[in-house]
């Protein structure tokens, strides 16, 4: 009994110390509005993504696009990661309806990436409604 004490203990003690590490974005950095246009019609239907590219420099983990928003935005990521595929879901604050429109450039650092192949996508906060997508591998 003392015995399986010991391994079930062992165990836990392994598994705790072997968890994932969690994939996150640091340092989102976001340039002034460029291509600012009046929303005559005030349909906006939700940001676009252009000029999507993750990219490696030494150990870091970039990914740098340009976001077609509303000219107070703030761009933020939520990263979802499973298997080889992460998800960068795109959260931004500011208004929804607003008579500026404009193109913000953003880059951010992605931390926490294990060597291989990834599939990274940007995504809307839902996670369902896909915006740009590229596959690159970190080494």
Known sequence: M???SILFLSACLFAACSGSKNVETQNVQQAPCTNQTKNTNNKFL???VENFR???QGDMVYAEMDVNTTCD????FNVDQKSKEVRLKLN???????DCLCK???TTNIANLDNGDYDFLVTD????KM???QKTTVK
Do not use: C, D, M, P
């Open 2 to 4: 003392r015995y399986l």
């Open 131 to 133: 915006l740009a997508e």
């Open 92 to 98: 931004k604050t500011g208004s929804t309806a607003g």
């Open 54 to 56: 993750v990219v490696q």
């Open 73 to 76: 935005a703030k761009i933020g």
């Open 125 to 128: 906060n839902t996670g369902y």
């Open 46 to 48: 939700g940001e676009t």
């Open 104 to 106: 913000i450039h953003v």
